[in-house]
Nanobody, 119 residues
Framework: QVQFVESGGGLVQPGGSLRLSCAAS????????MGWYRQAPGKQRELVAD???????HYVDSVKGRFTVARDNAKNTVYLQMNSLKPEDTALYYC?????????????WGQGTQVTVSS
């Protein structure tokens, strides 16, 4: 059973920090790079960061230097530390493999965790 449960979102002022967590079930965690995605209202879902099983990381330019992705393979958990948050970071954040298995289609997205950056 593949499942992703995201947590840690909330309302934060600009310049603040949040740490997101994602608990994954199923055997895929140790095989795939894991990504953090976000979807803002009216926009397409985008990948913002990912981390390979070996710990190599990649970030979209808009979050470089502010976000840090990490994973605990023993706990099947991936984290996203978000610092210096900006209003444009407001979105619903999800975790999922990157790339996602083609056969999954739109299945196996979790409920996400809402991040709202506002004064």
């Amino acid at each position: 059973q593949v499942q992703f449960v995201e947590s840690g979102g909330g309302l934060v002022q600009p310049g603040g920090s949040l740490r997101l967590s994602c608990a994954a079930s199923g055997s895929i965690f140790s095989i795939y790079a894991m990504g953090w995605y976000r979807q803002a209202p009216g926009k397409q879902r985008e990948l913002v960061a990912d981390i390979t099983p070996g710990g190599s990381t990649h970030y979209v330019d808009s979050v470089k230097g502010r976000f840090t992705v990490a994973r605990d393979n023993a706990k099947n958990t991936v984290y996203l530390q978000m610092n210096s948050l900006k209003p444009e970071d407001t979105a619903l954040y999800y975790c999922n493999p990157n790339p996602r298995p083609r056969a999954w289609g739109q299945a196996y997205w979790g409920q996400g965790t809402q991040v709202t950056v506002s004064s």
